[in-house]
């Protein structure tokens, strides 16, 4: 596959997602906890043996060892059990949780990130169509790397069982981070994961902010994980792109990044969406959403596809996994790549030995769609227009 110059971030990628990952599964298991204090819950699970790597599946669990002591890779951390009111966090509430060993495989590399330029990004809120909602801007500045990872995006599945419920930024320690929207802060410092202030969580320094406008009558948030240094107060309201404190690599990381999650409805780990429908793109650039499924038009998760430009440059993500990740409302997707320069491209999947291919354009700005269906193959069409209870939320 080509690249084009600039990252090579698989590691500390990969290591931040695993780390996510990691505390998504603790967060799972503490989260049946109700109790304001969080006490290890009485598991099946050996609570300190983490080990990253396959062949043989590791027990995952919400102890402080979560980190792989090998490879690279650890990945932000993408659980949080936060309560979805400006309480602190010492009064856990009651997530429903059905504990079962997670175990680590392999991140499987993908393609380096492309381009280290970009053009400024469009305006918020960006809504092209009544479906879209690019309500939110970075929350990394646009003169430096603001795109996430290509390997770690949004439902990708790097432990047996657990899927990145948020992007990775790569950003050296001391980037500014911003808010991505105006809206208050419910959450500061450590313990998003665990509900306590501990410096272990896996977080590491954490901030969420509850923005002003929601989404078809629900509460909007962001999160932003393993800051080096947070510069807000509970309670603060903020500006779109206010300095909020620095990236770094807090919590359960090997490498500075900033782990970014969109939750709807509720502060958890559970209501997250894709953050890729939510900022905005570079001007003249658009996005790409699937729904990828078997043949018998299931939903089907891990499924590679590939989209080449005519150039010859490739982007690549797999469809999600099966846990704890949403779709959109409308685009009901399994797998989205942003940030995809306006042209012609040609997506490819291998299916059960044969290959299939479709040439679609991205339009700038917009939303493009497809449709696969396993050994059928690519189709280019839109999910159906949706029925009279689809309320668009109006423009914040
Ligand atoms: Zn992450």
């Known amino acids: ?63 402080s060892t979560l980190l792989p002591s090998s ?22 509430p009651p997530l429903a949780a059905s504990p079962k060993p997670l175990r680590f495989v392999y991140p499987t590399p993908g393609p380096a990130p492309v381009s280290a330029w970009r053009p400024p990004l469009y305006p918020v809120p960006w809504a092209p169509t009544l479906f879209d909602h690019f309500y939110l ?31 990775d930024i790569p950003a050296p320690s001391g980037t500014n981070v911003l808010a991505a929207g105006p809206g208050k802060v419910i959450w500061a410092g450590y313990g998003i994961y665990r509900g306590i202030n501990d410096p272990t969580d896996p977080y590491g320094l954490a901030i969420v ?12 948030f962001t999160v932003y994980g393993h800051l080096d240094r947070i510069d807000v107060l509970i309670g603060q309201h903020l500006e779109a792109g206010e300095v909020i404190g620095i990236s770094g690599e807090t919590g359960k990381t090997t490498g500075p990044h900033l782990h ?14 894709n953050p890729e429908l939510w900022i905005a793109p570079p001007q003249g650039w658009g996005i790409l959403v699937g729904r990828v499924m078997d043949t018998g038009r299931q939903l089907v998760a891990g499924q590679l596809i590939v989209a080449a430009d005519q150039n010859g440059d490739k ?26 320069p306006a042209g012609t491209y040609e997506l490819s999947a291998a299916y059960a030995g044969v290959a299939h291919r479709l040439t679609i354009q991205i339009q700038p700005g917009m939303v493009t769609a497809f449709t696969f269906y396993g050994r059928e193959g690519f ?12 309320i668009p939320e109006a423009l914040p």
């Open 1 to 63: 596959m080509n690249r084009r110059p600039g990252f090579d971030f698989h590691w500390l990628a990969a290591a931040a997602c695993l780390v996510a990952l990691c505390l998504a599964a603790c967060t799972r298991l503490s989260t049946a906890f109700p109790s304001p204090v969080w006490t290890p819950p009485p598991s099946p699970f050996p609570s300190s043996t983490l080990s990253p790597l396959p062949p043989s599946p590791l027990p995952l669990f919400p102890s």
């Open 71 to 92: 490879p690279p890779l650890l990945a932000q951390t993408t659980a949080a059990p936060l309560p979805a009111t400006e309480t602190p966090p010492s009064a856990a």
């Open 137 to 167: 801007a970075r929350p990394i500045a646009a003169d430096q790397r603001n795109w996430p990872a290509a390997d770690y995006r949004y439902g990708g599945v790097f432990f047996e069982d657990v899927v990145h419920t948020g992007v």
């Open 209 to 220: 902010i509850r923005h002003d406008f929601g989404y078809q009558g629900s509460a909007l």
């Open 260 to 273: 970014f999650e969109v939750r709807i409805g509720n502060n958890t780990y559970f209501a997250t969406r």
């Open 315 to 340: 982007w690549m993500a797999r469809s999600y996994g099966d846990e704890a990740v949403n779709r959109d409302d409308y685009y009901q997707e399994n797998l989205v790549i942003g940030d995809l």
């Open 379 to 390: 189709v280019q069409e839109f999910p159906p227009l949706p029925g009279a209870d689809f």
